[in-house]
């Protein structure tokens, strides 16, 4: 059986010229759309959200009203509330008011920014 030892000196690596190395390709993204692109996703990454915008877009129209959510979720109506004040903040769903409810409905424009800087 042979034993292999792994050294800590320090080896010395050819010099590399800069022209072996491969151009960038597209020029990044600006900071501040890279920040906006991140809210988003950052607001469409929890299993409750998912939860949320799934039962939103398999509803009749497109719409949900917040009292028929809380019960297909295993969370309080309190933190189904907070995520969809996520949802509406970041702009993929939209509240409308109407009586003592709230109907959430899925931002088409916005659900089809975020499929398009994601292809």
């Known amino acids: 059986m042979s034993v292999t030892t792994l050294s800590t000196t320090p080896q010395r ?3 590399v010229s800069v022209t072996e190395c491969a151009p960038a390709g597209a020029e990044p993204l ?3 759309e890279a920040t906006r692109r991140a809210a988003l996703l950052k607001a469409l990454a929890d ?3 998912l939860q949320l915008l799934s039962i939103i877009s398999g509803s009749p129209g497109q719409e949900a009203c917040v009292c028929d959510m809380t019960e297909l979720v295993d969370v309080a109506q309190p933190t189904v509330s907070h995520h969809l004040k996520v949802l509406v903040d ?3 769903v939209t509240r409308d008011r109407r009586g003592n409810w ?6 088409a424009d916005q659900l089809a920014a975020i ?3 994601l292809s």
Not at 102 to 107: G, K, N, P, T, V
Request: charged share 35%.
């Open 47 to 49: 299993p409750v959200r």
């Open 13 to 15: 690596i050819d010099d």
């Open 115 to 117: 499929r398009g800087f």
């Open 30 to 32: 600006a900071h501040d």
């Open 90 to 92: 970041a702009g993929i």
């Open 102 to 107: 709230a109907w959430f409905r899925l931002d």
